[in-house]
């Protein structure tokens, strides 16, 4: 199965992105004459696997290597450095052109900054008087379709570096991705942003579209409707909640990485048990995995039961009773889902080994026990617990952070025990962490009063009697609470930002609406009455789509949620998801990471 996903059936042409920067690539390198070793960032690898594979790179007759501190050790006398502009990256490469120096190798370099050239790092290869031995370039890769509704602009640490850091380098990078998808798609008519990032992100995005603007001769209806910028610091509740659908759950326990998960081949029940590891794409090429992966867990496991019963039954009728050409040709056909079924069904045993805990069963109790928030001792004295018997760290803060998020912070008191005792728990070395999830307002001592229930119970967050099997809400995600974030996008596709005002004054950061171009006299539409004006369909007859951009990550489960939402009648929009980097509450809470050793 493909490990680059199928894009056929994306309600956006996400095809015509990927061969752009197919054709990108292949030219840098081809213009590059002769053999040649391709030096890349490791953090980069990632992206690029889902742009070209491997095999076509080697193809071109180009030997790989990952960049590290290590010299490049290879026989090629042309290296080739992919990095994304990080001085790190800088320190490794004048070393390595010192050592081929010094041992006398005659290279010639060439030094390709993804997405964009940086001033700083090239000053640091000025004075590391390499700069001048360099041919150096840039590969605009400003983003990467993960898979049929999901562009990923592969920022790794965007919360961290705008919230702690004050670094805005990433919001110029998200604006430029989305103005360079206007020049293929139209001008977006209608933009809604909500959190401070965001609206910066708007800011910048019209700006450049008064320098470089998008062409609106053509006044052909713009096939992307509506642009919602979603601040991930506007919704830190989210992220830090157990996902509890298939593909998050895959992610909360094995991690998948662009669009694949890393596993011992005995899970999957290959034979050789000498700890071989195996990759395992899950994307929507995978016909079963796109049926099951928004499905919350429980149901999952219920439906390749089904499926399995089914297939026995038909194999039983096709053992003893005579069957017809045509019958035995359906036979065949359910047998080439096969590999797919036994795949899942590996991996659905895999993750139960986890859900069935009672470690983790407990933990989803409190997560809910902290969103309903009318227990403050009770979680109080469940996180002191969790540190006194040193449970991992990042467990802890995670579970920390939700508390501190929905209190609006600790009492000074509290706050300092609590700060103390995961000191004195897990080390001094932390404190700078600490300092990070404070400045970031995640874990802070509390000066106002929380306004939490009020938003838990304006946007409903809350849902009881949630039936995960039949569900009609997009609280059955995580099993009961409904993502405010995605509550968010629902208000505003349904009906723009206005009718929820006092609402959105009660979350973090500015919220900002327009019109751009020269739609202003186009209806606001209006999902609720189910419109089905000229703006609610492309030209050919598809549907309006509605593209989402989480600046600072989004989690699997709120990806299901909107496809949740997309799917229900009445709803007369497609949704695609942009955004800075898939997140869960362990990669979230790591970026704030930092230890003083």
């Known amino acids: 199965m493909a490990q680059i996903p199928n894009l056929d059936n994306a309600p956006l042409n996400l095809k015509s992105i990927r061969e752009q920067s197919q054709r990108d690539l292949v030219n840098i390198l081809k213009n590059i004459r002769g053999k040649k070793c391709l030096v890349i960032d490791p953090k980069l690898s990632g992206s690029l696997s889902l742009i070209v594979p491997t095999s076509t790179l080697k193809e071109y007759g180009i030997e790989l290597r990952l960049l590290s501190a290590e010299p490049v050790q290879t026989d090629c006398a042309k290296v080739v450095y992919f990095v994304g502009p990080q001085f790190i990256s800088m320190r490794f490469i004048s070393s390595h052109v010192h050592d081929d120096a010094s041992k006398g190798l005659q290279r010639e370099y060439f030094l390709y900054f993804v997405p964009r050239r940086s001033v700083a790092c090239e000053k640091i290869l000025e004075d590391e008087k390499v700069h001048n031995l360099m041919t150096i370039g840039e590969y605009p890769l400003y983003m990467v379709p993960l898979d049929e509704d999901v562009l990923s602009f592969e920022l790794d640490l965007s919360p961290k570096e705008w919230q702690v850091d004050g670094d805005a380098s990433s919001l110029w990078h998200i604006a430029k991705a989305i103005h360079k998808l206007e020049f293929t798609f139209g001008l977006i008519p209608n933009v809604r942003a909500k959190g401070k990032a965001s609206v910066r992100v708007a800011e910048i995005l019209n700006r450049m579209q008064t320098e470089e603007p998008v062409s609106l001769s053509d006044m052909n209806i713009p096939e992307i409707n509506t642009l919602v910028l979603i601040d991930r610091e506007v919704d830190m509740v989210t992220p830090m909640c157990s996902q509890l659908t298939y593909e998050g759950l895959v992610d909360e326990f094995l991690r998948i990485n662009n669009g694949s998960v890393e596993l011992d081949a005995s899970i999957m029940g ?13 994307n929507s090429s995978d016909k079963l995995f796109k049926e099951i992966r928004d499905l919350n867990f429980e149901v999952v496991v219920q439906v390749l039961r089904q499926k399995a019963t089914s297939m026995k039954q038909d194999y039983t009728e096709v053992t003893t009773m005579s069957q017809t050409v045509s019958e035995l040709k359906d036979f065949v056909k359910k047998l080439n889902s096969l590999p797919e079924m036994t795949r899942h069904i590996n991996l659905a045993q895999h993750l139960s080994t986890f859900t069935s805990k009672p470690s983790f069963l407990g933990q989803l109790d409190m997560e809910h026990t902290i969103i309903e928030a009318q227990s403050y001792d009770i979680c109080f004295e469940y996180i002191e617990e969790m540190i006194h018997k040193q449970e991992p760290l990042n467990k802890v803060l995670r579970l920390l ?24 728990s897990y080390g001094f070395e932390h404190m700078a962490t600490l300092n990070n999830l404070e400045k970031a307002g995640l874990f802070k001592k509390q000066e106002t009063k929380s ?15 949630t039936d995960t099997a039949n569900p009609n809400d997009i609280s059955y995600v995580f099993s009961g609470y409904a993502p405010l974030s995605i509550r968010l996008v629902q208000n505003a596709i349904r009906s723009g930002w206005r009718p929820m005002e006092e609402i959105l004054k009660l979350l973090p950061g500015p919220h900002y609406e327009t019109k751009r171009g020269g739609f202003s006299s186009s209806p606001s539409f209006d999902m609720s009455q189910g419109l089905s004006s000229s703006i609610d369909k492309v030209g050919d007859g598809r549907r309006s789509l509605v593209l989402v951009v989480f600046v600072g990550g989004v989690t699997f489960a709120e990806i299901s949620a909107l496809r949740f939402l997309s799917a229900q009648e009445g709803m007369a929009y497609d949704v695609i998801v942009g955004t800075t980097k898939i997140i869960s509450g362990n990669s979230l809470a790591e970026t704030f990471s930092e230890n003083l050793g």
Do not use: C
Not at 277 to 282: D, R
Not at 406 to 423: A, C, I, V
């Open 451 to 465: 306004n939490w229930q009020l938003v838990k119970r304006a946007l409903q967050l809350v849902v009881e009697d």
């Open 270 to 282: 290959a034979q050789q048990q000498d700890g071989k590891k195996m990759k395992v794409p899950l």
């Open 401 to 424: 952070i939700l508390f501190s998020v929905t209190n609006s912070g600790l009492p000074k008191k509290q706050f300092d025990y609590l700060r103390r005792e995961l000191l004195h």
